[in-house]
């Protein structure tokens, strides 16, 4: 089983549209949950932080169930530029690492 | 704040050749990570140096790929012989720490075709 497992898409949305990704990791120990975003041929970017309460940055929403091993990230009002891969990043339980560990990522295509 | 260098850009080798990339971080950034990513997938973790100290290494396979950070400061990665599994994109990363606040920062990566 991967520890981070994301659905691939491609999800093709029109502007305007809200859109909603989802992943799931396999060790209940980990410690800190992000979202990257990596445009075509460039290095991953942070897009924000995942915490249990859910946390919101402007059009992008972020969650996670620490229960269910889940995290969700929502982003409202889509546009042109919100095309890219969005990957989904735990940290092992271990806190002498900063290692991340990745899902595949999703691709979001926005359409005119 | 300049970025995390990398270089070359790209690279093209044929198979058991040999191939090293560079990676100089962002400045008094104490960590310093190399990156996998093949196509389609995301990154994987390669090696983790603590100043001039590796933290992680469990994911290098050890028989091909060595790396090391000499100084505390830049670092190279180098691969020998190559093979075409590894045609991926090699990237850098630094951070200030090991905490996850501590921000990390990706280098643009190299980008390496074994043919």
């Known amino acids: 089983r991967k520890e981070v497992e994301q659905d691939p898409g491609p999800f093709n949305v029109p502007e305007g549209a809200t859109v909603a990704f989802n992943c799931t990791y396999s060790n209940s120990a980990s410690q800190s949950f992000f979202w990257y975003r990596q445009d075509c041929r460039k290095e991953p970017k942070l897009l924000m932080s995942?915490?249990?309460s859910g946390n919101e940055d402007g059009r992008f929403t972020a969650q996670l169930n620490r229960a269910s091993q889940y995290i969700s990230l929502l982003i409202r009002d889509s546009k042109l530029s919100d095309s890219a891969t969005y990957l989904c990043v735990v940290t092992p339980p271990s806190s002498n690492t900063g290692k991340l560990i990745f899902g595949q990522g999703t691709t979001l295509q926005v359409k005119p | 704040e300049a970025g995390v260098a990398q270089s070359p850009r790209y690279k093209i080798i044929e198979k058991r050749q040999s191939v090293a990339f560079w990676c100089n971080p962002i400045?008094?950034?104490?960590?310093l990570y190399w990156y996998q990513q093949i196509l389609g997938q995301g990154p994987k973790l390669l090696i983790q140096f603590q100043n001039n100290g590796v933290v992680d290494d469990s994911q290098l396979p050890k028989d091909r790929f060595s790396a090391e950070r000499l100084k505390g400061v830049d670092s190279t990665l180098k691969i020998q012989p190559a093979k075409l599994e590894d045609s991926a994109v090699y990237l850098c990363a630094s951070s200030r720490s090991v905490s996850p606040s501590a921000g990390y920062t990706f280098g643009s990566g190299t980008r390496l075709t074994v043919v």
């Open positions: 400045s008094g950034h104490a960590t």
């Open positions: 995942v915490y249990s």
